[in-house]
């Protein structure tokens, strides 16, 4: 295959793909689009007409339907029209402001985030929300944290988990030999629980809440399908299963969902208000069973973690 078929058929298959998660629209420079909708001959001399089909946007671009039509040129063509479709792939990268193009996961989880971002199912909360805190990290990670929802700092923010809570669950990512941005974190509940008459403090997700939003959590883990969850606190365990026993008794058990191992643990702000060893050491045990479930080899030293000296 001569390289201008390569990049036409990796643009006619990038754009089926866009098409088929339900993108209508892709937004090409004028400059491209007009080469698209002429002669092909014309089109390699000639990029300044746009076609009249198009619509200009303020930023100078048009946006055209996704349509993955092959364009009527000669099999054969000069390097100026490769170039020309290399542009075209590069244009659609930058479609959706991200540095490359995202990927069938990348697309489905953010159509499920753009649901999120303008849902009202909880007038109360969507009114006293500043952020919907939808989740953070890599979309192909093999391990996901699933709390309950976001506080103050989280609504702020927009980010899971960056509250002084946040960072002890960052330190426990990183004992496990992760980085933060390699794992996905993600709440029940994706706006903060409102607390009126309070000027701080945060207050519990209500069962009718968690249950209005658990579909939104329920696609991330579909779409991201990763190899264990933890789940942080006993609310969060609640707002995957349903009401249960209490977090002391079930956590270090794996439990399933939709056959996905869920690990129910303390919630990071349980190990602040209590500094016991113990306690950091049940977190941490739980977090070994996530590793082993994992494969990841556990050094001696992290065996050691947390035991009495
Ligand atoms: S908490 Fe969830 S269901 Fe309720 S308004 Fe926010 S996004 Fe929608």
């Known amino acids: 295959m001569n390289p201008y078929d390569q ?29 698209l909708t002429m002669p092909s001959s014309r089109a390699v001399e000639t990029r300044a007409s746009a076609s009249p089909a198009a619509t200009s946007t303020a930023s100078g671009r048009s946006t055209i339907p996704v349509t993955p039509k092959p364009v009527a040129v000669a099999p054969s063509l000069p390097q100026s029209k490769v ?5 075209m792939a590069e244009e659609i990268k930058q479609v959706r402001g991200e540095g490359e193009i995202p990927g069938e996961k990348g697309l489905a989880l953010e159509q499920v985030k753009q649901r999120a971002m303008v849902c009202v ?13 939808f989740g953070v990290g890599n979309i192909d990670s093999p391990l996901m944290f699933v709390g309950e929802a976001p506080g103050m700092e989280e609504d702020q923010e927009g980010e899971p988990f960056v509250g002084v809570a946040g960072q002890l669950l960052t330190k426990i990512i990183k004992a496990m030999g992760f980085g933060r941005e390699q794992i996905y974190i993600a709440n029940v509940l994706k706006c903060r629980p409102n607390t009126p008459g309070q000027t701080a403090g945060n207050r519990k997700p209500s069962e009718e809440e968690m249950k209005k939003c658990l579909p939104y959590l ?30 002391s008794k079930i956590r270090g058990h794996l439990r399933y969902l939709r056959n996905i191992p869920v690990m129910p643990t303390f919630h990071p702000s349980y190990l602040l208000r209590q500094q016991m060893l113990t306690e950091k050491r049940k977190v941490w045990e739980d977090m070994m069973k996530v590793m082993e479930h994992l494969q990841i080899p556990i050094t001696e030293k992290q065996q050691g973690f947390f035991l009495k000296a």
């Not at 199912?121 to 805190?133: E, G, I, Y």
């Not at 969850?229 to 209490?246: H, Y």
């Open 121 to 133: 199912k909880c007038p109360h909360l969507a009114s006293s929300r500043r952020n919907v805190v």
């Open 7 to 35: 990049v036409l058929d990796a643009t006619i298959s990038h754009l089926e793909k866009l098409k088929a998660s339900g993108i209508k629209h892709v937004k090409v420079s004028q400059e491209i689009l007009s080469s």
């Open 218 to 247: 329920l696609a991330q883990i579909e779409i991201i399908q990763p190899k264990i969850i933890v789940a942080l606190g006993g609310t969060a365990v609640e707002g995957l299963f349903g009401k249960t026993d209490g977090i």
């Open 83 to 87: 170039s020309l479709m290399e542009s």
